[in-house]
């Protein structure tokens, strides 16, 4: 993956980091940049708060794509359930600590009749002091691919993470992710001892799932809005990649997967 930090300032500068807060329920997809960030099929309300840095390679104009349908496919969605659909962003100079300030509310304008379903993307600015290569520019656009094809080899790569994880190969494991976790530090301001105790903890959950993997089985893939993105979830939209055990704990990871347009190899976002 040639995703690299281009430059980033001095860390004696506010750690300027965005959240989205939302609180609703249903059938939703939520993008930032055309990266899914939540999905849920379960029509009981969800209370929580994402980080965008990791969405986000520089600062300037950012948006958030909220995709609704209502839980009952047979039963279309009214101007007033909608009232209820909105969501918040959040913002602080101190990286994930507080205080946080809310600099924008995300409503939905108001629909005259019932739809199937209702797609809407808001802008906001983020003034973040980092500034990271942006990947996408390398990926290929994943809707001009074959679906079968396309699906074969995700979970050919899906089925390669599987068998690295369950083997408890930290080793492997962390040279899959390295360029994802250097974004992800990087984005969030963390001092190298910071990076490294991160990492740490990504790479325990794999040793903890040594032999317990649990089969990739009932899943379905997503082609994300910036059509560069694929991944597998579950038929509730949940991560397909899991380890349960014995007292019925789980762990999930997370694959986000994109094609490089010079090799052709599917690689992790």
């Known amino acids: 993956m040639s995703f690299s930090l281009i430059s980033c300032k001095s860390q004696e500068i506010n750690k300027n980091s965005y959240f989205l807060n939302y609180d609703f329920g249903g059938n939703y997809t939520i993008s930032c940049n055309g990266i899914i960030i939540a999905e849920s099929n379960d029509s009981s309300i969800s209370h929580s708060y994402r980080i965008l840095n990791p969405f986000i390679s520089e600062k300037g104009k950012q948006n958030i794509s909220l995709k609704i349908k209502h839980p009952n496919k047979e039963l279309k969605i009214n101007p007033k359930e909608i009232e209820n659909f ?140 910036n059509n560069k993105i694929v991944n597998l979830v579950n038929s509730k939209g949940e991560p397909v990649l899991y380890s349960k055990d014995e007292n019925s704990k789980i762990k999930t990871f997370g694959l986000k997967l994109y094609r490089d347009k010079e090799t052709g190899e599917l690689k992790v976002y």
């Open 86 to 225: 909105f969501l918040e962003i959040y913002m602080s100079d101190n990286g994930e600590n507080a205080p946080f300030k809310k600099i924008k509310k995300l409503t939905l304008p108001p629909i005259p009749k019932p739809v199937d379903s209702i797609f809407y993307t808001w802008e906001f600015d983020a003034d973040v002091n980092y500034k990271l290569e942006n990947i996408f520019d390398k990926a290929s656009d994943l809707t001009k691919e074959k679906p079968e094809s396309l699906l074969k080899d995700v979970l050919n790569k899906y089925e390669e993470n599987f068998a690295i994880i369950n083997e408890g190969n930290v080793n492997k494991y962390s040279q899959l992710i390295e360029q994802r976790l250097l974004r992800e530090t990087t984005s969030m301001y963390y001092s190298e001892e910071e990076k490294q105790n991160y990492k740490n903890k990504v790479l325990q959950r794999v040793k903890l799932s040594k032999g317990i993997m649990q089969p990739i089985q009932d899943y379905k893939i997503v082609v994300h809005p």
